[in-house]
């Protein structure tokens, strides 16, 4: 089983969305019951429809359990060092064009919830892994190799906003 790390803000609201997901199981099997005592099942779009977000809902609450046992729970708070991890916000510059940007690198499960956040396990991610500022990387993206150069380096501890 290979591990998936995730700041502890990022695991609270992933076990709050569990949370959320399984409370809403009683209100979809509500909805089933109630299209079901419509009439003739074969052409009852509410029933279809229920059932479908039922599925829908069953499938997102076993992936979410199926990935939490997975998580390699990290405190941002307590990351540094002068080479680039987990938790680290990295600025690089494109050698070519000299455009500039700015990635914190988190976990897969936390990245839709902060801007400018990439995986840990993207291209750029995985080429700027254990560098330091001022080394160059190559990233093999879809559209041809890319270098950059890392220009700053910065652990901001927790980056996940709260609800």
């Known amino acids: 089983m290979s591990s998936i790390p995730i700041s502890i803000e990022g695991f609270e609201r992933v076990k709050r ?15 089933i019951k109630e299209a079901r005592e419509e009439g ?4 009852n779009a509410g029933y279809d429809a229920a059932r479908e977000r039922q599925g829908m809902l069953e499938a997102k609450i076993s ?4 990935r939490i046992p997975q998580f390699n729970v990290i405190d ?11 938790g680290a916000t990295v600025k690089i510059e494109n050698i070519d064009t000299e ?3 700015e990635y914190t690198l988190l976990g897969p499960d936390e990245t839709d919830y902060v801007k400018g956040a ?30 950059y150069e890392i220009i700053s380096l910065e652990f901001r501890g927790p980056v996940v906003p709260a609800e």
Not at 40 to 43: T, V
Not at 76 to 86: A, E
Request: with cysteine; hydrophobic share 40%; proline share 4%.
């Open 40 to 43: 003739d099942l074969r052409e």
């Open 99 to 101: 455009e500039v940007r």
């Open 63 to 66: 992936y979410i359990k199926s």
């Open 17 to 31: 969305e569990l949370e959320k997901l399984e409370a809403e199981r009683p209100e979809v099997i509500q909805a």
């Open 118 to 147: 990439i995986s840990v396990f993207s291209p750029v991610a995985k080429a700027l892994l254990g560098k330091e500022v001022g080394d160059e990387v190559v990233v093999n993206a879809p559209k041809g190799k890319i270098e």
């Open 76 to 86: 941002l708070n307590t990351m540094d060092g002068q080479k680039v991890c987990y």
